[in-house]
């Protein structure tokens, strides 16, 4: 145990950087074989040509008309005429432009939902690296529990002891064990989590230390760059400068519309044609449009606001956890360093001096600690890796 500390100690630099390659790792594999992903791949080219739709000239109109005369020495007539409709041409640059808007919004919703699902990834590593670190203590323990209950068989068979010390020696080698298939069902449980994630493609994950992660020194310069990077953010801002966008075209559309075209008229002995114009007076058919867009863009401009705020609070929120726990973790990790009695223990309990009793109930406070050491560092990992989402 004391030699898993010192590597914990004096050697987390190297181990650090393996850990951070195989969060990468791990997050690359699943971009890349992440059904979900590739469904809202797709299901965002599907939302960007839908944006495309709707923002061209409407579709040309051709007429053909053949009229019997009467009386029949009347002749037949015959006339056809092509037209075509068109909105005032700031409608056109309006909609284009509010076209590409809402095509770099989808992106942002892509990149909202990768976040999510990658940051669900991360947190299932650090789970991982948690139960790898733990089931590697419990190696340790396993081992030492091992020893012990052979020593104490050794001695029972040899009168050395009783039934009673031996049969405590053999409990705390089942509770270890037991402990152990606990943590492998645990270890297997995050693995098929992860397999899910990956697209249903099998995925090792074997790392057994957590990297040494340094906060922000300033929270309020590092939240602005944090707060620029995050997707829904801007996605709401894309969304004001939509509604903004909105309005424009909804006053070009109470602009005039207009028609031009070609008729030719023929009946017997007579032919006409030329061309024709005609304008529309949109005098009820927009109302209300552009008191409903910037309606909708004071809705949006609140929205934002709201969740910046949110977003500020949550952040500041996570910071200050982040902080708390890296200070107890480091306390923890003093005091195993400082305080470590397994070693004199065991030797305590080789020669005699304590009881199996003394040496168990020793032994489980350090345990304890231990544990209580990893649990932090786990939940600090957590913490971080929220704080940290935008970046995924």
Do not use: H
């Not at 989590?193 to 074997?206: A, P, R, V």
């Amino acid at each position: 145990m004391k030699k898993l500390i010192i590597n914990i100690l004096l050697f987390a630099g190297v181990y650090s950087a393996l850990a951070q390659n195989d969060y990468e790792q791990v997050l690359q594999q699943i971009e890349t074989n992440s059904s979900t992903l590739n469904s809202l791949r797709l299901e965002a080219e599907a939302k960007k040509m839908n944006n495309r739709t709707g923002i061209y000239l409407s579709n040309p109109e051709i007429e053909f008309n053949y009229l019997w005369g009467k009386p029949a020495e009347t002749g037949n007539r015959k006339d056809i005429s092509i037209k075509q409709s068109f909105d005032f041409p700031t409608v056109y640059i309006s909609k284009n432009k509010i076209s590409k808007m809402e095509n770099y919004n989808v992106e942002l919703e892509y990149k909202s939902e990768r976040i999510n699902l990658l940051l669900s990834a991360k947190q299932i590593c650090i789970q991982m690296t948690y139960y790898n670190m733990l089931a590697k203590e419990y190696g340790y323990r396993l081992q030492n529990a091992k020893d012990i209950a052979a020593a104490y068989k050794i001695r029972l068979d040899k009168g050395e002891t009783n039934a009673i010390e031996n049969n405590k020696a053999q409990l705390y080698l089942n509770s270890i064990e037991n402990e152990l298939k606990n943590i492998e069902t645990e270890q297997n449980s995050l693995l098929s989590e992860l397999m899910q994630l990956n697209g249903g493609k099998e995925i090792s994950f074997t790392a057994d230390n957590f990297s040494d992660k340094q906060l922000p020194f300033n929270f309020e310069q590092w939240y602005i760059q944090a707060e620029a990077k995050n997707p829904l953010l801007q996605y709401i801002k894309g969304q004001i400068e939509i509604n903004r966008q909105q309005v424009r075209l909804n006053k070009s559309l109470t602009l005039p519309k207009f028609t031009a075209g070609y008729m030719r008229e023929q009946v017997v002995g007579q032919r006409f044609e030329g061309v024709s114009i005609g304008i529309s007076i949109p005098l009820w058919e927009n109302k209300n449009r552009v008191k409903q867009a910037k309606m909708q863009m004071e809705a949006s401009t609140a929205t934002f606001e709201d969740r910046q705020m949110q977003f500020y609070n949550s952040l500041q929120n996570l910071y200050a956890k982040s902080v708390n726990l890296q200070q107890t973790a480091k306390k923890y990790q003093k005091s195993l360093s400082e305080y470590n009695n397994e070693k004199l223990l065991k030797k305590a309990l080789d020669a005699g001096e304590i009881s199996l009793l003394d040496y168990l109930l020793e032994s489980q406070y350090y345990y304890d600690i231990f544990n209580k050491m990893l649990e932090t560092e786990r939940d600090f990992e957590l913490t971080v890796a929220k704080l940290n989402a935008v970046e995924l």
